[in-house]
């Protein structure tokens, strides 16, 4: 995950858990929010809190589980009237160093590419330079959580039947384009 990508960073030092889990709650401030709301064409975000539990993860790695819990207010893309929602997202990643090894020969089937199991569980993400931007996590796991298309609780879309009967009446008026194909048969014989 690129910092430069994400409008909000919250930086953790990656060596400091190293054998017992530790507790993190993390509220971005109003600046923040706004930053993250402009970001993702959010109207507002009226709360946003964090609540991960970062944990060892095999030797040099974290994981990091708990949730992620946003007040929004967005713009309903039927209505077009502003609307408030809220967002409870699970998260359970991991993360492991850069690893200057390369992969391994049982990685690679027989053209040397790498195969990957789309039933089998994610692969580590990467921590660079011995941190991991926690602030750059919880604007992917939003970001991927929002709907893309917000609808108003309640609002319907209301379909153009209308328009659909008057083209129906206007194509049985026109003559089919085979009628005149018969036409010319029936001279043909004539």
Do not use: W
């Not at 409870?88 to 049982?106: A, G, L, N, Q, Y």
């Not at 992917?140 to 929002?146: D, G, K, N, P, R």
């Amino acid at each position: 995950m690129a910092t430069e990508t994400f409008p909000y960073s919250y930086a953790v030092n990656a060596n400091r858990v190293v054998d017992k889990d530790e507790a993190l709650v993390i509220e971005p401030d109003a600046e923040s929010l706004r930053a993250i709301a402009s970001a993702y064409d959010i109207l507002d975000i009226r709360g946003l809190k964090a609540e991960f539990t970062l944990k060892p993860y095999r030797k040099e790695g974290m994981r990091v589980v708990g949730s992620i819990d946003a007040e929004l207010s967005q713009t309903c893309c039927v209505s077009l009237e502003a609307f408030d929602s809220s967002l409870s997202i699970k998260v359970d990643r991991t993360f492991e160093p850069v690893s200057s090894k390369p992969r391994r020969i049982r990685d690679l089937n027989d053209e040397g590419e790498i195969e990957i199991d789309l039933e089998s569980l994610d692969p580590p993400d990467v921590i660079i330079d011995g941190v991991l931007d926690l602030g750059a996590l919880i604007c992917e796991e939003l970001a991927l959580s929002l709907d893309t298309f917000p609808r108003k609780p309640g609002v319907e879309f209301e379909r153009g039947d209308e328009l659909e009967e008057t083209a129906q009446e206007e194509t049985e008026k026109r003559p089919s384009p085979f009628a005149a194909l018969e036409t010319l048969k029936s001279h043909k014989e004539d």
